[in-house]
């Protein structure tokens, strides 16, 4: 060391200068807790960047007061040449798995049998979603964290101390945020699941993709991949998250429950998943499986099953381990999504939108209990960046309702027969040259005619959620379509009973309660029209919207970009898409012929509802009862109030009907206020808005078509 580097470590700092660095760290650590434990700031992103701007600035000018645990070291470690090998205090054991009912109440018998217990006593559990992550052990001693590893084999991990500390959510000190919680034990082995969240898991893949890297075969490689990461700053770039779920050795502090260690380690600072719940016998803890099976496809986190642990501690003594794994908890595992098969061909289908999407067609499989035969390539760029080819075998993933889709071939299982996928530039329907505009990854049919865009328009307009037209289904739109009786949606309104005649399976009844469910449609919403219309990026909420926004028709096609993007929710591409949209000349004629056709919109009365919910917002997701969640949210702008798509700390309310979608976990972390449909309600009628009134008003009743209205 250099004279001047010893001269400015004897240099004196001024204790106000000490004060404030010790303070900031304290507030800092506040907020962060605050921000990852409790999804609750109490300041803005900026002031706490201030707090954090400060810090550095101090720390910079008198770097002797850097500490270990001080927030500005989260990031700051030179590449390492290996991994450490670091034996856990007690075993990090993996648990046994059950596949269904009857495997988890005979986990439930074997352990009544080895207590001696009587087969009908009921045991209390713990159960928690299983996150499909990495485990990691967290050693704090004396409230700082000292040493982070992987589970390796159970006994001895791997040291990713420098990698776990790039985490947000891992405070780098244990604190008492709270009077009334209980004094942190001189040394805590904290076990928990580091995890990436599904949007970064597809931000990721997406950057590997586009760099010809393969891509990670789901999230918890991704986190692994990530834990292992020699530079740290690497790491950091990923924003893995955890969940803390139990505790190893601890020195200091006597547990008696596993419930008692989930409610304290978030006391002191240990981020817990918020839906542990604490069950009372083992059918309960089924219920909370099939529960958490319905939200698995809307949390924003991978799960793969449910954790289930006796909750008395001193029964986990008696009941002791077997070789490899634990006696008194178990995994209840779901049905799994991904899978391998093989790639048989691929064809290209024709969007609405003229849109052209490769689709394989597969060697048919069992994928979470549906059996999968065609999956999504997305777009040429895809299959192009996988180096996909007809032939392969490839990893194959399916949640819930969303269409299968391809994830990476398995290049290791190639024999040399694979087939180069062949992207067309002409539409494989109607021949017309492809286009595919700058930026856009997507190739696109322009003719307006092209048989299958015509299909696809006509079964959109005529769907429930915009003209709702009953009967009009597949089958109809494309003979329709075929024998020439309807080029654009606009002809339903000029057609005969005796054109439907014509129509396979059609008698003359069949053909008149269609062409009365066209007659039916002419009254309608201006929010359901704007949706029917199928402008590009302009869904049901979005229609609604632009609806109570212009009013009318003619100000919504007058519009400009600039009157668009100040709506919130417009960007500047939905915004041009619906300029667009209106300046076409064939739009154009169509929406004069619907008009022509005697489509009215139902107006407001003069006795409006009262704007009760001025100044309120509102989110819903679920299905509703006595709404769809269209007519709830036109009703709340009917109100006064305002709507949303998007779950932000910002918003009043979210509004939960059953199987609630990932809106719900992004309010329970914002500390949105939940409401259930009847609570819903129940505000409503506080305001003095009951159903009779909503009902009352004329008019209002053709604008909610749903259940509520049901006699």
Same mark, same amino acid.
């Given at each position: 060391?250099?004279?001047?580097?010893?001269?400015?470590?004897?240099?004196?700092?001024?204790?106000?200068?000490?004060d404030?660095?010790?303070?900031?760290?304290?507030?800092?650590?506040?907020?962060?807790?605050?921000?990852?434990?409790?999804?609750?700031?109490?300041?803005?992103?900026?002031?706490?960047?201030?707090?954090?701007?400060?810090?550095?600035?101090?720390?910079?000018?008198?770097?002797?007061?850097?500490?270990?645990?001080?927030?500005?070291?989260?990031?700051?470690?030179?590449?390492?040449?290996?991994?450490?090998?670091?034996?856990?205090?007690?075993?990090?054991?993996?648990?046994?798995?059950?596949?269904?009912?009857?495997?988890?109440?005979?986990?439930?018998?074997?352990?009544k049998r080895?207590?001696n217990?009587?087969?009908?006593?009921?045991?209390?559990?713990?159960?928690?979603?299983?996150?499909?992550?990495?485990?990691?052990?967290?050693?704090?001693?004396?409230?700082?964290?000292?040493?982070?590893?992987?589970?390796?084999?159970?006994?001895?991990?791997?040291?990713?101390?420098?990698?776990?500390?790039?985490?947000?959510?891992?405070?780098?000190?244990?604190?008492?945020?709270?009077?009334?919680?209980?004094d942190?034990p001189?040394?805590?082995?904290?076990?928990?699941?580091?995890?990436?969240?599904?949007d970064?898991?597809?931000?990721?893949?997406?950057?590997?993709?586009?760099?010809?890297?393969?891509?990670?075969a789901?999230?918890?490689?991704?986190?692994?991949?990530?834990?292992?990461?020699?530079?740290?700053?690497?790491?950091?770039?990923?924003?893995l998250?955890?969940?803390?779920?139990?505790?190893?050795?601890v020195?200091?502090?006597?547990?008696?429950?596993?419930?008692?260690?989930?409610?304290?380690?978030?006391?002191?600072?240990?981020?817990?998943?918020?839906?542990?719940?604490?069950?009372?016998?083992?059918?309960?803890?089924?219920?909370?499986?099939?529960?958490?099976?319905?939200?698995?496809?809307?949390?924003?986190?991978?799960?793969?099953?449910?954790?289930?642990?006796?909750?008395?501690?001193?029964?986990w003594?008696?009941?002791?381990?077997?070789?490899?794994?634990?006696?008194?908890?178990?995994?209840?595992k779901?049905?799994?999504?991904?899978?391998?098969?093989?790639?048989?061909?691929?064809?290209f289908?024709?969007?609405?939108?003229?849109?052209?999407?490769?689709?394989?067609?597969?060697?048919?499989?069992?994928?979470?209990?549906?059996?999968?035969?065609?999956?999504?390539?997305h777009?040429?760029?895809f299959?192009?960046?996988?180096?996909?080819?007809?032939?392969?075998?490839?990893?194959?993933?399916?949640?819930?309702?969303?269409?299968?889709?391809?994830?990476?071939?398995?290049?290791?299982?190639?024999?040399?027969?694979?087939?180069?996928?062949?992207?067309?530039?002409?539409?494989?329907?109607?021949g017309?040259?492809?286009?595919?505009?700058?930026?856009?990854?997507?190739?696109?049919?322009?003719?307006?005619?092209?048989?299958?865009?015509?299909?696809?328009?006509?079964?959109?307009?005529?769907?429930?959620?915009?003209?709702?037209?009953?009967?009009?289904?597949?089958?109809?739109a494309?003979?329709?379509?075929?024998?020439?009786?309807?080029?654009?949606?606009?002809?339903?309104?000029?057609?005969?009973?005796?054109?439907?005649?014509k129509?396979?399976?059609?008698?003359?009844?069949?053909?008149?309660?269609?062409?009365?469910?066209?007659?039916?449609?002419?009254?309608?919403?201006?929010?359901?029209?704007?949706y029917?219309?199928? =402008?590009?990026?302009v #869904? $049901?909420?979005? @229609?609604?919207?632009?609806? !109570?926004? /212009? &009013?009318?028709? %003619?100000?919504?096609?007058?519009?400009?970009?600039?009157?668009?993007?100040? =709506?919130?929710?417009? #960007? $500047?591409?939905? @915004?041009?898409?619906?300029? !667009?949209? /209106? &300046?076409?000349? %064939?739009?154009?004629?169509?929406?004069?012929?619907?008009?022509?056709?005697? =489509?009215?919109?139902?107006?407001?009365?003069?006795?409006?509802?009262?704007?009760?919910?001025?100044?309120?917002?509102?989110?819903?997701?679920?299905?509703?009862?006595?709404?769809?969640?269209?007519?709830?949210?036109?009703?709340?702008?009917?109100?006064?109030g305002?709507?949303?798509?998007?779950?932000?700390?910002?918003?009043?309310?979210?509004?939960?009907?059953?199987?609630?979608?990932?809106?719900?976990?992004?309010?329970?972390?914002?500390?949105?206020?939940?409401?259930s449909?009847?609570?819903?309600?129940?505000?409503?009628k506080?305001?003095?808005?009951?159903?009779?009134?909503?009902?009352?008003?004329?008019?209002?009743?053709?604008?909610?078509?749903?259940?509520?209205?049901?006699?």
């Amino acid at each position: 060391m250099d004279e001047v580097k010893k001269d400015e470590l004897r240099r004196e700092i001024p204790p106000e200068i000490v004060d404030r660095v010790k303070k900031l760290r304290e507030e800092i650590e506040y907020h962060n807790y605050r921000y990852y434990v409790l999804d609750s700031p109490v300041i803005s992103d900026a002031e706490y960047d201030a707090l954090m701007r400060e810090l550095k600035e101090l720390e910079a000018k008198y770097p002797e007061l850097i500490t270990p645990d001080s927030p500005t070291q989260r990031v700051g470690f030179k590449p390492a040449e290996g991994f450490k090998e670091v034996p856990h205090q007690e075993p990090m054991l993996s648990l046994d798995d059950a596949m269904n009912e009857e495997e988890v109440r005979e986990f439930d018998k074997r352990i009544k049998r080895f207590l001696n217990l009587p087969e009908d006593m009921p045991i209390e559990y713990t159960v928690e979603p299983k996150i499909d992550g990495v485990a990691v052990e967290l050693v704090f001693e004396n409230s700082l964290l000292t040493v982070a590893s992987t589970r390796g084999d159970g006994y001895v991990g791997e040291d990713i101390t420098n990698n776990i500390k790039t985490i947000k959510t891992i405070p780098l000190r244990l604190r008492k945020f709270d009077e009334n919680t209980p004094d942190i034990p001189m040394r805590i082995d904290v076990r928990g699941e580091v995890y990436l969240n599904k949007d970064e898991f597809k931000r990721i893949n997406e950057e590997r993709i586009a760099k010809k890297e393969i891509p990670f075969a789901n999230p918890r490689n991704a986190a692994a991949g990530s834990l292992r990461q020699l530079d740290p700053q690497i790491t950091a770039k990923r924003r893995l998250d955890i969940f803390c779920y139990g505790i190893g050795y601890v020195e200091g502090y006597s547990f008696g429950t596993q419930w008692e260690i989930l409610q304290t380690l978030p006391k002191w600072g240990l981020k817990v998943n918020p839906l542990v719940k604490l069950v009372s016998n083992i059918e309960e803890a089924i219920s909370y499986h099939h529960q958490i099976e319905a939200l698995r496809d809307s949390l924003p986190y991978e799960i793969d099953g449910v954790v289930i642990k006796v909750n008395d501690l001193s029964l986990w003594e008696k009941l002791g381990t077997k070789a490899r794994s634990p006696r008194y908890a178990i995994a209840y595992k779901f049905l799994p999504t991904q899978t391998t098969t093989l790639l048989k061909d691929v064809v290209f289908q024709v969007g609405r939108t003229g849109a052209v999407t490769p689709v394989a067609i597969l060697e048919p499989v069992k994928i979470g209990g549906v059996v999968v035969e065609r999956a999504t390539l997305h777009n040429e760029d895809f299959i192009k960046n996988l180096d996909i080819k007809i032939g392969d075998y490839v990893l194959v993933q399916r949640a819930g309702d969303v269409i299968p889709e391809i994830v990476m071939p398995i290049k290791e299982r190639r024999t040399g027969q694979e087939k180069e996928i062949f992207f067309p530039r002409h539409c494989p329907i109607c021949g017309t040259s492809l286009v595919k505009k700058p930026g856009e990854a997507i190739w696109r049919c322009p003719n307006k005619g092209c048989y299958a865009q015509g299909v696809r328009r006509l079964l959109h307009f005529a769907s429930r959620n915009a003209m709702n037209i009953e009967g009009l289904g597949d089958k109809v739109a494309k003979e329709l379509i075929d024998k020439e009786l309807v080029q654009d949606p606009s002809d339903l309104y000029f057609l005969k009973v005796e054109d439907f005649m014509k129509l396979s399976g059609f008698a003359y009844k069949k053909a008149k309660n269609l062409w009365q469910a066209i007659q039916k449609s002419k009254k309608t919403t201006l929010g359901k029209f704007i949706y029917a219309l199928g =402008i590009r990026h302009v #869904g $049901e909420a979005m @229609a609604q919207i632009l609806a !109570e926004k /212009f &009013k009318s028709l %003619e100000k919504l096609k007058g519009a400009t970009m600039a009157d668009l993007i100040s =709506i919130p929710g417009v #960007g $500047e591409e939905v @915004a041009r898409s619906i300029v !667009e949209f /209106f &300046k076409d000349k %064939e739009n154009e004629r169509m929406i004069e012929r619907l008009l022509s056709a005697g =489509i009215t919109f139902v107006e407001k009365e003069e006795e409006e509802l009262p704007k009760i919910l001025e100044g309120l917002s509102f989110v819903f997701t679920g299905a509703l009862d006595n709404f769809t969640r269209e007519e709830a949210k036109a009703l709340v702008l009917k109100l006064g109030g305002k709507v949303s798509d998007t779950v932000t700390r910002n918003v009043s309310y979210i509004v939960v009907g059953k199987e609630p979608g990932s809106k719900y976990q992004k309010a329970l972390a914002y500390g949105v206020k939940t409401l259930s449909e009847a609570e819903f309600l129940e505000l409503l009628k506080e305001k003095g808005i009951t159903l009779e009134k909503i009902k009352s008003i004329k008019g209002e009743k053709q604008e909610f078509s749903g259940p509520l209205f049901q006699k």
